[in-house]
Structures are given as structure tokens and as C-alpha cells.
């Protein structure tokens, strides 16, 4: 077959439209003496379209870490809300409870007051009805002896009410001369008047003449009468005052024995109200202690539930940015490496491409040598022997001996 050979700038131009030749079969069909276009085609391309799906690859790889970030930087939103939730539902409830636990506290306290206040009144009204059924009993007496006591004190000479009969009368216990003389005592006036009417009646029996003897004899009468009377008159006197200040005397007695009798009742009334009042005291001290160290009680452990509700919101939280973090570091790192190696692979593909080029563009050159100096090889054979075998060098279709017989 003969074939025509198209020169460079021919086969330059074909291959604008067909980078490998003619693919029709024609003039230009697999040409292999203007390989340039072909080769530094088919490598340009390749070498572009490695460097592209690496930068693609890696650009790919940074949009997935992007979104991984942003994914990840929304998860950790919601958890943290997640736990702002939960923290404000657990101080909710740790308040719920608190104010609960007061109130039923509070609600003891009241009931366990008014319950001591109630015993309280009901033993004061007790002590009150004893009281007042003693004040009854010993009242009367009490007036008696009042009564007795204020009659003893006018007979005595006491006291406002001086115009009482006897007032005075028996203010001092002796019976005095002058009292006596006053004729005071009225057995000896009675005796005094009786034995001068016998002395008289003498002298009128004997003319209304009274002689000396008459008259001595009357004096001796009346003083004998005075000596032995007066002794006697105020022994009458002791008498007669202590019988009439005696009865009085006796109801002063019983008066001041009611006022002792009143003065019990009322300390028993005392003592019964103290009691009541410090029993009372007991209970509703005793409730207000308790409600204190329950309400301590309660508070302390409101402040416990707040600091755990706390402490696992602060351990969440950290763990959470501490994930979000150690995520964040992964992704970016990740997303550095996939540009890096993005860039890398298409230095690498580039640099390929134009080692390839090189290579290809210096063995093509070579067998068009290898044609000239001999024209029955076939090029395209010789060309797709050595291509399929890698090229020149050990182990090629062509080796060294057969290089230097076709150059030599």
C-alpha cells in the first residue's frame, strides 16, 4: 500500500480536529511523523482531567467538612438547649418541691400552734370555773368577816364611821376611876342610889334629923360602897367588852380565814395558768424549733438539687463543647488535608502529564529516525510494539542491539 505523507504543518492542522489523526482512514490515519499535537493532547487532557477530579475530589471533601462543621456546630446548639431545658425544668421542680415542703411545714406549724392554743384556753377556762366556784364558797364568809370587822373597829374607835352607836366605847381594856366615878358601871349606881334612899329613910324616921353619927355612917357607906364596887365594876367592864368585841373578834377570824381561802384559789388559779401558759410555750416553742430545722432541711436540700442540676448542666456543657471541639479540630484538619492533597494530586497529575509528553514526544521523534533509516519498518507496528512493551530500553520490542542496527 502507498502511503502519503503529510507534512508537519498539515498534520498539524488535521489534528486540530482529529488530535490522533484521521479517523477515517485517510491520508492522515495514525500518522506518526507530526505526533506532537496527538501526544501533548491526549497527556494535556488526561493531566487536566486527573488535576481536575483531584482539585474536584478535594474541594468535594472541604464542602463535606464544611457542612460536617455546621452540622455539628447545630448539634451542639441543640444539645446545649437540650441541657438549658433540662436545667430549667430541674430548678423549676427543685423550687416546686421547696415551696411545697414549706408550706406543708408552714401548715404544721399553724395546726400544732393552734392546737396548743386551744389546750391552753381550755385549761385556763378550767383553773377559771375552779376559781370562780372557790370565790363563791369563801365570798360569804369574806363579807362576814369584813362586816364583824368594821363593827369591832368602831366599838374600838376606829374607822370613819363615828357616828355609829357605841362608837369608842370600848377603845381602851381600863375601866379608869373617872369612868367609874362617872357612874359608867350601872350595877354600882344602882347599889350607890339604893343605899343612900336607906340612909335617908333612916333620917326621916327619926324627925328629919340626922345626926353626926348619921352622917359619918352614910360617908362610910358610900365609900365602902366605892372600894368594894369598884373592883367589881371593872371586872363587869372586862367582861361585858370581851363579850360584845368577842363575836366580832370571832367573824374578823372566819373573814380573814375566807380572804386565805380566796388567796389559795386565786394561786391555784396562778399556778393552773402558768402551767397552761408554758405548756403551750413548750409545744409552740417546740413547733417553731422544728419548723426551723425543717425549713433548713428543706433549704439545703433545694440547694442541693440547684447545685446538681447545675453541675450536670456544667458537665454536659463541657462535654458537649469539649465533642464540639475535638470535632471542629477533626473536620478542619480533615478539610486541610483533602485541599492539600487536592493540591498535591494535581501538581502530581500536571507534573505527570508533562513527564509523559516529554517521554512520548522524544520516542515518537526516535522511530520517525528509526523510519528514515529504514524505510520497509513499519512505523505504526514498530510504534505499537514499543508502545504496548513500555517503551525503549530493557526488555522493549527494541532493544539495545536492534536500536544501534536500526540507527547504525
Request: net charge neutral; no cysteine.
Amino acid at each position: 500500500m502507498f502511503k502519503v505523507y503529510l507534512s508537519r504543518k498539515q498534520t498539524r492542522a488535521m489534528s486540530i480536529d482529529h488530535p490522533i489523526g484521521d479517523p477515517t482512514g485517510g491520508p492522515a490515519y495514525r500518522e506518526l511523523r507530526d505526533p506532537v499535537t496527538a501526544i501533548v493532547g491526549s497527556n494535556v487532557i488526561g493531566s487536566a482531567i486527573g488535576a481536575g477530579a483531584s482539585s474536584s475530589a478535594s474541594k468535594s471533601q472541604s464542602r463535606s467538612a464544611d457542612a460536617a462543621r455546621k452540622y455539628q456546630y447545630e448539634t451542639t446548639q441543640a444539645a446545649i438547649k437540650v441541657q438549658e431545658q433540662v436545667l430549667e425544668a430541674q430548678l423549676r421542680n427543685a423550687d416546686n418541691v421547696q415551696k411545697a415542703q414549706i408550706q406543708t411545714q408552714l401548715d404544721s406549724l399553724r395546726e400544732q400552734s393552734r392546737i396548743a392554743a386551744e389546750t391552753r384556753d381550755a385549761q385556763l377556762g378550767v383553773a377559771g370555773e375552779v376559781l370562780g366556784k372557790q370565790e363563791g364558797v369563801f365570798q360569804p364568809y369574806q363579807d362576814t368577816g369584813l362586816e364583824g370587822q368594821n363593827r369591832l373597829r368602831e366599838y374600838l374607835g376606829l374607822g370613819g364611821n363615828q357616828g355609829a352607836q357605841g362608837y369608842g366605847q370600848f377603845a381602851t381594856a381600863e375601866f379608869t376611876p373617872e369612868a367609874f366615878a362617872a357612874g359608867q358601871d350601872p350595877g354600882y349606881a344602882f347599889r350607890m342610889k339604893e343605899g343612900l334612899k336607906a340612909v335617908d329613910a333612916q333620917a326621916a324616921a327619926r324627925g328629919g334629923l340626922i345626926s353626926g353619927a348619921a352622917l359619918k355612917a352614910s360617908q362610910r357607906f358610900g365609900q365602902d360602897m366605892a372600894s368594894q364596887e369598884y373592883q367589881n365594876a371593872f371586872n363587869r367592864y372586862q367582861t361585858t367588852r370581851q363579850n360584845t368585841l368577842a363575836p366580832y373578834e370571832r367573824l374578823q377570824g372566819v373573814g380573814m380565814g375566807a380572804a386565805q381561802g380566796l388567796a389559795g384559789a386565786a394561786g391555784g388559779y396562778g399556778t393552773a395558768a402558768g402551767n397552761a401558759y408554758g405548756n403551750y410555750g413548750g409545744v409552740a416553742g417546740g413547733a417553731q424549733s422544728a419548723y426551723g430545722t425543717n425549713l433548713t432541711n428543706i433549704t439545703g436540700g433545694a440547694g442541693n438539687l440547684i447545685n446538681a442540676a447545675y453541675g450536670n448542666y456544667g458537665s454536659n456543657f463541657t462535654g458537649a463543647m469539649t465533642g464540639y471541639g475535638n470535632a471542629q479540630a477533626g473536620l478542619t484538619t480533615g478539610a486541610g488535608n483533602a485541599i492539600a492533597s487536592g493540591t498535591v494530586g494535581q501538581a502530581n497529575a500536571l507534573n505527570q502529564g508533562i513527564s509523559n509528553v516529554s517521554n512520548q514526544y522524544y520516542q515518537n521523534q526516535l522511530l520517525n529516525m528509526l523510519k528514515d533509516k529504514n524505510p520497509t519498518l513499519g512505523a505504526t507496528s514498530s510504534y505499537n510494539s514499543m508502545m504496548s512493551n513500555g517503551g525503549f530500553g530493557s526488555g522493549n520490542a527494541f532493544g539495545n542491539q536492534d536500536l544501534g542496527q536500526y540507527l547504525g
